[in-house]
């Protein structure tokens, strides 16, 4: 079974500086998928990056980016510059390409952006 | 907006009742994916649904069941209705299972 670790359940940081969230999993797939969605107070669920695992390449969309390591199976998320919007539960999650394709959560980490 | 469409967003009712919640796919997107958000269990998959027929399922209970329509709307019917079913129901939808999953704005049940 697949399973998906976030040790950080909370964060916090100052305005305008860089985070990392960190997050771990465990597969035996070789072929999947990984994700982080953000949860804000809204309770919306909000797609911010997605990677490969066939891609050595970190994923990027603008102020975030992932830290990716395989081997070592894991999967980080940095937010740089950060915002209060980014004030939210940060979920990371898991998809293979099995029959299934359902999303494997993490417990999240609700990271706090101080003024 | 996702593009995913659940409805209603909030319902309450008692213990033993029944429910049914529905959800819009994206256009174009054929797979629908349900999951429940709960303080104590996490966000957890329920049922996935592709073209109509059943693809998978996670941790659903057997007072629980689904159905995708022909149009792709589906819905997820909760039956007997206990105090622990209070959660947030989020439907999702893609086009491809290698492809991102898209969620609603989710159905916050509440049991009293």
């Known amino acids: 079974a697949q399973t998906v670790t976030q040790s950080q359940p909370e964060m916090s940081v100052q305005e305008a500086e860089t985070v990392t969230l960190s997050c771990t999993y465990d597969t035996s797939e070789s072929n999947y998928y990984l994700f982080w969605y953000k949860q804000p107070p809204s309770r919306q669920m909000i797609l911010v990056i997605r990677q490969e695992a066939y891609k050595q390449q970190n994923a990027t969309e603008n102020r975030f980016s992932v830290n990716f390591q395989k081997a070592a199976k894991s999967f980080s998320l940095k937010i740089s510059d950060s915002q209060l919007g980014d004030t939210a539960m940060y979920f990371c999650a898991f998809i293979h390409n099995n029959a299934g394709n359902m999303l494997t959560f993490g417990g999240g980490t609700r990271l706090m952006v101080k003024p | 907006d996702s593009g995913v469409t659940q409805t209603p967003k909030h319902l309450i009712t008692a213990t033993g009742q029944r429910v049914t919640l529905r959800c819009s796919p994206r256009s174009g997107d054929l797979s629908v994916y349900w999951y429940q958000q709960s303080l104590d269990q996490g966000l957890q998959f329920l049922i996935q649904y592709y073209n109509g027929e059943e693809r998978a399922k996670g941790n659903i209970l057997e007072r629980f069941s689904a159905q995708q329509f022909p149009d792709l709307h589906s819905e997820l019917n909760l039956s007997s209705l206990e105090l622990g079913d209070s959660a947030l129901y989020f439907c999702?939808?893609?086009?491809?299972?290698?492809?991102?999953?898209?969620f609603g704005d989710g159905t916050r049940l509440s049991i009293l």
């Open positions: 999702a939808s893609s086009s491809r299972g290698d492809q991102p999953q898209h």
